[in-house]
C-alpha cells in the first residue's frame, strides 16, 4: 500500500486491530473494515446525516506476497465511473532486506491527512474551499507500480503511474529521532494525456512529534496547475493531546490560498479553525464532535458557513 510508509494512526485508529481471519484456520485470508456515521449542519436552515464511508477489506499474507482488497460502499464513496466500488486492490512482494514492491490499485504517499476516517483526528479536511466532502490539495488513489525501502531511520518509495503518460511520486520520511516523524513527498503528473486531465505538480512537508500525550504537527503543501486549474497553497499546524486513555481534543488552524492558473490573482484565501473532542467507547466503537469557522480574507468574497459535526465509527 503506498501509504504504508507515511501512515500516522490516531487514537480512533483501531482499524484492523481486530481484523477476522476467514476460511480455513491458517489460511492467512483476514476481512476487516468499519462503518462511519456523520451528522453535519453547515447550511443555515439545512442539516445532514450522511453514511460517510463504509468499507470491507480483505487481506491475504503468506510468506513474502501479500495482498489486499478494499471495497467502499454508500456516502460519499459512490461507484466510480465504471460502476465500481473497489477503491483498493493490490499484491505486495516483500524482498526481507527492507526492499518491497508493490502494484494495483492503492493509496497514494501524499499529505499529513489520512484518505479514511480511522486515520483521522477530525471530521473535516484542513484544505477543504469550506465544502467538507472534497479536499483541494491531496490525490487518493491511482493504478501503478511503488517500490519502496526502509530502515529504523529513514524509509523511501518511488511510485509510477501504469496509465499512460500519468506521473510518478517521490516519497521520502526520516525517523532516526524518538517521537519524530518528518516527511516530503513530491508528485509530479505535468506529461498527463487525454480527456478530463490536468496536468499538475503537487508537493508536501510534514513533521510530528510526540511529547508524552501531545502529538504536535505542521504541514505546508502545494499544488502548481500546468494548464487551466487553479495553484493551491495549504499549511496547517495541529495539536492533539490524550485527556485519559479514551478521551482527546484536537485544536487545527489551516490556511489554504487559491489563485488563477497563469495569474497571481488570489482567488480565495480561507483561514480555518477547527476544536475537535473524541471519545473511544470501546476498541471498536469511537466517536468524536466537531467545530469549524472559515473565513475568506479576499475582499468580496463571502465567508463558508461554520461546520458542527457528530462522528460515530464502528470498526470490525
Known amino acids: ?37 456523520a451528522f453535519t449542519d453547515q447550511d443555515v436552515g439545512t442539516q445532514e446525516t450522511v453514511v460517510g464511508q463504509v468499507e470491507v477489506n480483505f487481506d491475504y499474507s503468506t510468506g ?20 465500481s466500488n473497489l477503491e483498493q486492490a493490490y499484491i505486495t512482494y516483500d524482498f526481507g532486506n527492507g526492499f518491497s514492491v508493490t502494484a494495483g490499485k492503492m493509496l497514494t504517499y501524499m499529505g499529513f491527512e489520512a484518505y479514511d476516517p480511522t486515520n483521522m483526528y477530525q471530521y473535516s479536511y484542513a484544505y477543504d474551499s ?44 526520516y525517523t532516526g529521532i524518538e517521537n519524530l516523524t518528518v516527511k516530503a513527498i513530491w508528485s509530479d503528473f505535468s506529461d498527463q494525456i487525454g480527456p478530463g ?10 513533521a510530528s512529534y510526540e511529547l508524552g500525550k501531545l502529538l504536535l504537527a505542521v504541514e505546508v503543501a502545494e499544488k502548481d496547475s500546468l494548464e487551466v486549474d487553479n495553484d493551491v497553497e495549504g499549511m496547517l499546524i495541529m495539536a492533539n493531546y490524550a485527556l485519559t486513555d479514551s478521551a482527546a481534543l484536537t485544536l487545527r488552524y489551516s490556511v489554504e490560498e487559491q489563485s488563477a492558473f497563469g495569474t497571481d490573482a488570489l482567488l480565495f484565501d480561507y483561514n480555518k479553525f477547527t476544536i475537535s473532542p473524541s471519545y473511544v467507547f470501546t476498541d471498536n466503537f469511537s466517536g468524536l464532535i466537531e467545530y469549524s469557522t472559515y473565513k475568506d480574507d479576499v475582499v468580496g468574497n463571502t465567508d463558508p458557513e461554520d461546520l458542527i459535526a457528530a462522528e460515530l465509527i464502528y470498526t470490525f
Open 130 to 173: 469550506g465544502n467538507t466532502a472534497t479536499q483541494a490539495i491531496y490525490d487518493a488513489y491511482d493504478v501503478g507500480v511503488s517500490v519502496d525501502y526502509g530502515t529504523d531511520d529513514y524509509s523511501i518509495g518511488v511510485w509510477t503511474s501504469a496509465e499512460n503518460s500519468a506521473g510518478y511520486e517521490l516519497a521520502l520520511a
Open 1 to 37: 500500500m503506498k501509504n504504508k510508509l507515511l501512515t500516522l494512526a490516531s487514537m480512533l485508529a483501531v482499524f484492523n486491530a481486530n481484523a477476522m481471519e476467514i476460511g480455513p484456520s491458517g489460511s492467512g485470508v483476514e476481512m476487516s473494515g468499519f462503518i462511519d456515521l
Open 64 to 83: 513474502p506476497v501479500s495482498a489486499s482488497v478494499g471495497l467502499d460502499f454508500g456516502g460519499n464513496n459512490a461507484p466510480d465511473t465504471e460502476g
Open 197 to 206: 486531465f490536468n496536468c499538475y505538480e503537487k508537493s508536501t512537508f510534514w
